[in-house]
């Protein structure tokens, strides 16, 4: 995607964006929208950059893959609970995606 669709990565969108796509999870997955469903099993070693600046994708696991450290993602995380959300930030200046898990607390 080139930068010029950056709009699709947005928090903040309407009707003429996107939608919500799914994935299947492998060792190189290439996101297109803000969020993303996420299948299947398979670890994720690299996320090609959808956008050339700093950006988070959020990603709803609906298999219980996991990430790896041996690509551009800096954190190994299991996403075990299924539609829990996973946010994805990424920074330019290392080339690498920091993952981290979203915590919910009820009252």
């Given at each position: 995607m080139p930068d010029l669709n950056f709009q699709d990565l947005s928090t903040v969108q309407n009707i003429a964006q996107v939608g919500v796509r799914t994935i299947a999870s492998a060792a190189l997955?290439?996101?297109?929208?803000?969020m993303t469903i996420v299948s299947g099993?398979?670890?994720?070693?690299?996320?090609?950059p959808p956008v050339s600046g700093a950006h988070m994708l959020v990603f709803i696991p609906?298999?219980?893959?996991?990430?790896?450290?041996?690509g551009n993602i800096d954190k190994a995380l299991s996403a075990a609970v299924a539609l829990t959300p996973i946010l994805f930030f990424y920074n330019p200046l290392t080339g690498k995606y920091s993952p981290?898990?979203?915590?919910?607390?009820?009252?």
């Open positions: 997955i290439a996101p297109t929208t803000f099993v398979a670890a994720i070693v690299n996320i090609t609906s298999g219980a893959w996991t990430t790896t450290t041996a981290g898990k979203l915590t919910i607390v009820s009252s």
